[in-house]
């Protein structure tokens, strides 16, 4: 089963408009980190906003803001003020403790490919 | 400064030949990661490691093999046992993993660009 789901696998905006990119995931510990990235056409990826399983406020860094609804599990990213430089694959991720503890690992979703139209 | 390095950036490979991936960091990193991303697709997990000597299998773990024999190196190797290798690697790097850095993000490397010719 697929871990994060991303469902929008491309999306257009308008420059100055505000664009919000969906995320899923699923996990059954109680303890985890979501985060999102961001891929330019050089394949970089870069981090750009962090929400954990026990923050009570949504994340916010910038432009970025982070719509998290735990009971839904959902971790929207939401980008204010769309740029041309925002074009990119975004990907949504999560960092997650195995049951017996100590190890993690971080999984991605398949992204979604945002373009802003000037 | 600090960061993850991986190279080369570009790499061709002849069909039936094993290749090794570079990765290094000096981020006094615990966690290792490799991943592969095929065009326009998400990242999937290859192989990770925790700590020196161990490392574990991602999803994706068929046809690679890794080591972990310092804290700053983990490279993949991709051997001919993997039917389609063609694809873009990226190795990240991450704090710890204890519960007290779950909230740390996962540093990249620039990539390999891996083509069997």
């Known amino acids: 089963a697929q871990k994060i789901t991303q469902t929008q696998p491309g999306m257009f905006v308008q420059e100055k408009e505000a664009v919000t990119l969906d995320c899923t995931y699923d996990t059954s510990d109680p303890s985890y980190g979501l985060f999102w990235y961001k891929q330019p056409s050089s394949g970089e990826m870069i981090f750009l906003i962090y929400?954990?399983?026990?923050?009570?406020q949504n994340a916010t860094e910038g432009r970025y803001s982070l719509n998290f609804q735990k009971a839904r599990k959902s971790a929207n990213l939401v980008i204010s003020a769309s740029q041309l430089g925002d074009s990119a694959m975004y990907f949504c991720a999560m960092r997650e403790a195995f049951p017996s503890g100590g190890y993690q690992k971080v999984t991605f979703g398949t992204g979604t490919k945002l373009q802003v139209i000037p | 400064d600090g960061g993850i390095t991986q190279s080369p950036k570009y790499l061709f490979r002849k069909e039936g030949q094993n290749v090794t991936l570079s990765c290094e960091q000096n981020?006094?990193?615990?966690?290792m990661y490799w991943y592969r991303q095929d065009p326009g697709q998400g990242l999937r997990l290859i192989y990770y490691s925790q700590i020196v000597n161990d490392f574990q299998k991602g999803d994706i773990a068929e046809g690679y093999s890794v080591s972990r024999e310092k804290k700053e190196s983990f490279p993949l190797t991709v051997t001919s046992a993997q039917k389609n290798p063609t694809a873009f690697y990226l190795c990240?790097?991450?704090?710890?993993?204890?519960?007290?850095?779950?909230?740390?993000?996962?540093?990249f490397g620039q990539g390999t660009r891996l083509t069997v010719v």
């Open positions: 990240a790097s991450s704090i710890g993993w204890g519960q007290e850095n779950m909230n740390t993000e996962a540093f």
């Open positions: 981020l006094n990193h615990d966690a």
């Open positions: 929400q954990g399983s026990y923050d009570q």
